[in-house]
Nanobody, 121 residues
Framework: QVQLVESGGGLVQAGGSLRLSCAAS????????MGWYRQAPGKQRELVAV???????SYADSVKGRFTISRDNAKNMVYLQMNSLKPEDTAVYYC???????????????WGQGTQVTVSS
């Protein structure tokens, strides 16, 4: 059983910072890409940032220069440092990872339960 658990969400004023963390646990043989998505009320879930085992990263245009994604492969963790937050960043943030639970299984997507980020103006 694989689990992703996020932490670090909360309420912050515009211009402030938050750091999200996500820990993958359980039966894990290998993790490929790890990323963060977000979903605001009435909107579709969108990719915020993704990081590959090599360290290569990709960001949504709306967060470039403000957010930084990183990962600790030894701890199976991924982080999202969010600076210069704006009210439009308000959303539920979800951790996502493509994980192989064993050598006999392919990579499959796993999701965390989500953590609320609210940015007040």
């Amino acid at each position: 059983q694989v689990q992703l658990v996020e932490s670090g969400g909360g309420l912050v004023q515009a211009g402030g910072s938050l750091r999200l963390s996500c820990a993958a646990s359980g039966s894990i043989f290998s993790i490929n890409d790890m990323g963060w998505y977000r979903q605001a009320p009435g909107k579709q879930r969108e990719l915020v940032a993704v990081i590959f085992p090599s360290g290569t990263t990709s960001y949504a245009d709306s967060v470039k220069g403000r957010f930084t994604i990183s990962r600790d492969n030894a701890k199976n963790m991924v982080y999202l440092q969010m600076n210069s937050l704006k009210p439009e960043d308000t959303a539920v943030y979800y951790c996502n990872a493509h994980i192989r639970p064993s050598t006999a299984t392919p990579y499959s997507p796993y999701w965390g339960q989500g953590t609320q980020v609210t940015v007040s103006s």
